[in-house]
């Protein structure tokens, strides 16, 4: 009688302490380089939006222009808040007037019947945006804007303190910093958007935040 045939064993081999170290460090790679990435994607997403919003912002203060004899919004007891006067006829949405940046509760509705730090109080408009309205655009103006007559490089509205470094300004004026001491969108006299680093704010023209009238 022969002896039994020597059989393999074919049952599955499991992972060994080593393959799964090398496995979980390789995993561990992949994640350290796709979160930057998303982060970068997600960041420039809602930069387009902050952006869009100022383009919308411009077509609604040139739809009120139109029907104001020229003249943009101006609300004389908190001339910062002076775009809350398209709100609702001309925009609809109180999100328009926020950045998606900002850190502040998101509001309900624009209220302008209060002024001074309570604009941006619970119950104020909390808008993420500063502006400069006080111009009449219909015809030749006098009024001079950090020394300089209204053209289509005027700075329209921009993010608020958009011009403060990391660090910089008071622990209210960081909070209405929507991006993190990275700088600001700006909307121009012209219709168009543009990021300005916080280090080249000043060479913008909107140096003296929140507007030029202070």
Excluded at 12 to 30: K, N, S, W
Excluded at 139 to 157: A, F, V, W, Y
Excluded at 168 to 192: C, D, F, I, S
């Amino acid at each position: 009688m022969s002896p039994p045939a020597f059989t393999r064993d074919r049952s599955p081999r499991g992972f060994t302490l080593i393959e799964l170290m090398v496995v979980t460090a390789i995993i561990g790679i992949l994640v350290g380089l796709l979160i930057p990435a998303v982060h970068k994607t997600r960041s420039m997403a809602l930069n387009r939006a902050c952006q869009n919003n100022l383009r919308v912002l411009f077509h609604a203060l040139s739809l009120y222009a139109e029907e104001h004899d020229g003249r943009f919004p101006f609300y004389e007891p908190e001339p910062a808040a002076s775009a809350g006067l398209l709100y609702p006829v001309y925009v609809d949405n109180p999100d328009v007037f926020r950045c998606p940046f900002d850190r502040t509760p998101a509001p309900t509705a624009i209220d302008l019947s209060l002024t001074g730090p309570d604009v941006h109080g619970p119950n104020g408009p909390k808008m993420s945006y500063d502006s400069y309205l006080e111009m009449d655009i219909a015809q030749e103006s006098d009024k001079l804007i950090d020394g300089q007559h209204p053209n289509s490089r005027t700075p329209l509205m921009w993010d608020w303190y958009g011009g403060l470094e990391a660090g910089e300004g008071t622990p209210a004026q960081r909070a209405l910093n929507n991006h993190q001491g990275r700088g600001g969108n700006v909307l121009y006299m012209g219709g168009n958007v543009r990021w300005v680093p916080a280090a080249a704010w000043s060479r913008s023209g909107i140096d003296r935040i929140p507007g030029f009238a202070d």
